[in-house]
């Protein structure tokens, strides 16, 4: 079976700015990573913070996620042979809650200058019920729009960051994501997504995929793992790879960088107490 994108999945990338949603893992594969996810939280509780972010470095089974070739094959298509991975989160809204994501996007505020993609990954079924994404096509090729913090309690996002631009619900589209499936969208796209309503839990893994020519314009640090091809440019210091869940070495290195993140995450709101 062919891992990569159609020439229509890479055109509605360009015009609209994200993929349909495509098949990437078997049900049971996808059901196997939802264990380990929750026995993660068994664990340690909510995913929060560095339990959640960048997490490639601390679970084996996301740092095995993140070169899964079904995944990186078509990233490749759309990012070219060099491709490293920037970060990693977990998106989980519990049955019935009140959480949400705010219209924003990515770009406006991780500080890189370059081009970067999320593949978001659901281990359970993102439906419209349950709370999947809604993204606003085409809204990626025109200014970073503005945006207002709102710290809205309910709010998934750090900031509770929010367009402060008219959005016209009208023309936004509901991505529903299977399970095993994923959607690919530019880190330029407005999106959001509305509470879940459903009697499941909604899981999503987002894995940010940038290109070694990207650079970090607000830290003078950051980093990245290498994935596939090669990096000439040196922007990004390069990550280890756990050789077991919560391998120590990387477990350190992991602390350094998702304190970076949340620096550049919360920069210009004056907050120095972190909430994710
Ligand atoms: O999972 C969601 O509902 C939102 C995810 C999101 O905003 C992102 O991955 O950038």
Known sequence: MST?????AIEQFKTDGFTPAIKVMSDAAAMDYRHRLQAIEAV????????????????????????????????EDLLGPNILCWGTDMWVKEPNSDEFVSWHQD???????????????????????????????GSHLGNTMMHEDTFHADNMLTRGQTIADHIDESKAINIEVGTGEAVFFTYRI?????????????????????????????????SATLIRGEDRFGNFVHEPTPKADFDPDSVDFHAKTNENYLNILY???????HRT
Do not use: F
Request: charged share 25%.
């Open 4 to 8: 990569n994108l159609s020439a229509q």
């Open 44 to 75: 340690v509780g909510k995913l929060k913070g560095g339990y959640r972010l960048k997490c490639h470095m601390l679970y084996k089974w996301v740092s095995d996620l993140i070169r899964e070739p079904a995944i990186v094959d078509r990233v």
């Open 107 to 137: 770009s406006r505020y991780w500080g890189i200058e370059g081009d970067l993609l999320t593949a978001w990954i659901a281990l359970s079924p993102a439906t419209v019920e349950s709370g999947c994404m809604r993204m606003l096509p």
């Open 190 to 222: 407005a999106h959001a997504s509305h509470p879940n309503r459903s009697c499941d839990r909604r899981i999503g893994i987002a894995i940010r995929y940038t290109v070694p020519s990207a650079r970090q314009i607000k830290s003078d640090w950051d």
């Open 267 to 273: 920069s210009g709101t004056g907050r120095t107490e």
